[in-house]
T-cell receptor, first 113, second 113 residues
Framework: DSGVTQTPKHLITATGQRVTLRCSPR?????VYWYQQSLDQGLQFLIQ???????AKGNILERFSAQQFPDLHSELNLSSLELGDSALYFC????????????FGPGTRLTVT | AQSVSQHNHHVILSEAASLELGCNYS??????LFWYVQYPGQHLQLLLK??????LVKGIKGFEAEFIKSKFSFNLRKPSVQWSDTAEYFC???????????FGPGTRLSVLP
């Protein structure tokens, strides 16, 4: 158990819908990272928040957004969902702003039908 | 942009065989290097990391990796694999200026009992 929690574990929704994925970092970690893992694209970095502020942006679509709240948990919002958004979404956390050592959560499996 | 390649998509070994998984990266500057493992149905876990110093790094579960700067490589090794090592292995690189990890596509290891 890495100490990073993610909910829900599984999510099935229809195209065009909007979903919110939630992540709670390890106690004491200030950074949260979101990744998308799909069969064709592998593990792709989406976005990082550090202590409530956006720190780095990767291959995140405009239909996706995230935020980190004062209690440091983070939410990833996916809207206008397409079939290709079906993937495993991982959250990771680290102590500081630089991702020297990230601890990954169990992931949320999103299926868009 | 940085890229990470992993030589093998799928490796099949018998128990007690020796393992070497290749990883090459494209960035020419100072890098931090990582190997992560993802057991079936589980989240990514850090196996080992290299920041500086001795290029031969020892990790958990008997794994080690060697950083060869001239070859831009960070190959993972284990002298004798076990059935429980069956998993997906990801190499990741972070350069000293960027904020993000770049992950390789992964190598699936199947160990036959």
């Amino acid at each position: 158990d890495s100490g990073v929690t993610q909910t829900p574990k599984h999510l099935i929704t229809a195209t065009g819908q909007r979903v919110t994925l939630r992540c709670s970092p390890r106690s004491g970690d200030l950074s949260v990272y979101w990744y998308q893992q799909s069969l064709d694209q592998g593990l792709q970095f989406l976005i990082q928040y550090y202590n409530g502020e956006e720190r780095a942006k990767g291959n995140i679509l405009e239909r996706f957004s995230a935020q980190q709240f004062p209690d440091l948990h983070s939410e990833l919002n996916l809207s206008s969902l397409e079939l290709g958004d079906s993937a495993l979404y991982f959250c990771a956390s680290s102590v500081g702003g630089l991702p020297y050592e990230q601890y990954f959560g169990p992931g949320t499996r999103l299926t868009v039908t | 942009a940085q890229s990470v390649s992993q030589h093998n998509h799928h490796v099949i070994l018998s128990e007690a065989a020796s393992l070497e998984l290749g990883c090459n990266y494209s960035y020419g500057g100072t890098v931090n290097l990582f190997w992560y493992v993802q057991y079936p149905g589980q989240h990514l876990q850090l196996l080992l990391k290299y920041f500086s110093g001795d290029p031969l790094v020892k990790g958990i579960k008997g794994f080690e990796a060697e950083f060869i700067k001239s070859k831009f490589s960070f190959n993972l090794r284990k002298p004798s694999v076990q059935w429980s090592d069956t998993a997906e292995y990801f190499c990741a690189v972070k350069d000293n200026y960027g904020q993000n990890f770049v992950f390789g596509p992964g190598t699936r290891l199947s160990v036959l009992p």
